[in-house]
């Protein structure tokens, strides 16, 4: 029963657009994470995505797929799909049940974490490829393509007794293929189709200066930090002029709850060199009008201090205005 039922995935398309111009996703993948306790427990989570964006999560409670986006069925009929959570249900119950047995003969310890991958890719014309990858305490296990188990260096002599072990089992060796060669590409094909404006929106970024944590005595962090933007790539930098700054230093970009990408960039420089430098932003949204925030420490401690007395002083004036009245409408009486 084993890594079986890891795979949903799907092909890209040839026609329509060109491949060259498609910038989004040519990937779908079905991640699962296993972790075993001891020999009688064991949880699992499961979830589906579509190069970076998640487009199913597995409910254990259920024991269904949630799909995440109104489009994320593509064109699987419902038919289909409750026939998919059927064979992950009995997949799941099976894999946790054939590993806690195969544990002691392939003299696994607890606690232990099996993680897979499974999916497929467009590739130019109409290509695709399919793959499952199996990892087993985080180090690579093996790989499975085109019906052959490679067991991989790191898994040693267990990988590769465990390769012999699953190609007996010649039907869930039929059913993988099935899922991975033949549904996963239709599938990604439709959802490709199905999801196209909101793969292809394009959307500005927002980007703001700020000061981090101070990396050494008489130095300053400069963080310029891009947010919401869409798709992914974008080019982020600390310039001076139009010298870029090498020791910029990038970090990862991380996704916003809307389904946008965050990215904070950050360059450490002593502090009289901050007057002069800039942050800029370039992304497919800007139409080749570039973000440009210069580095403006006074004025910026400016805003600040008038953020605060301005508030401030609008209260008290307010404060002012009604005491005047009250001893106005007092002495009036
Ligand atoms: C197995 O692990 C679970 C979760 O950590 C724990 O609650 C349970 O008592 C353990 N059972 C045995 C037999 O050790
Ligand atoms: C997969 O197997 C088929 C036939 O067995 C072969 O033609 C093809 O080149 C193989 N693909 C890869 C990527 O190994
Ligand atoms: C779903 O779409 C794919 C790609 O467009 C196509 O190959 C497949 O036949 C479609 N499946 C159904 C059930 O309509």
Known sequence: MLLLALALPAVLFPGGDTQDDFQGPTTFHVNQITSFANSTWAQYQGSGWLGDLQLQRWDSGSETAVFLKSWSKGNLSDEVISGLDVLFQVYFIGFISEVQELASEFEVEYPFEIQGIAGCELHSGDATLSFLKGALGGLDFLTITNHSCLPAPEGGTRAQMFCIFISQYKAICDIIDKLLIEICPQYLLSILEAGKTDLQKQVKPEAWLSQGPSPGPGCLQLVCH????????????????EQEQPETQRGDILPNADDTWYLQVTLDVAAEEAAGLSCRVKHSSLGGQDIVLHWGQPMSIGW???????PCLMVLVCFAVWLFRRWSYENIL
Do not use: D, E
């Not at 891009?226 to 002029?241: E, I, L, N, Q, T």
């Open 226 to 241: 891009v947010s919401g933007f869409h798709p992914k790539p974008v080019w982020v930098m600390w310039m001076r002029a």
């Open 304 to 310: 600040i201090i008038l953020a605060i007395i301005l």
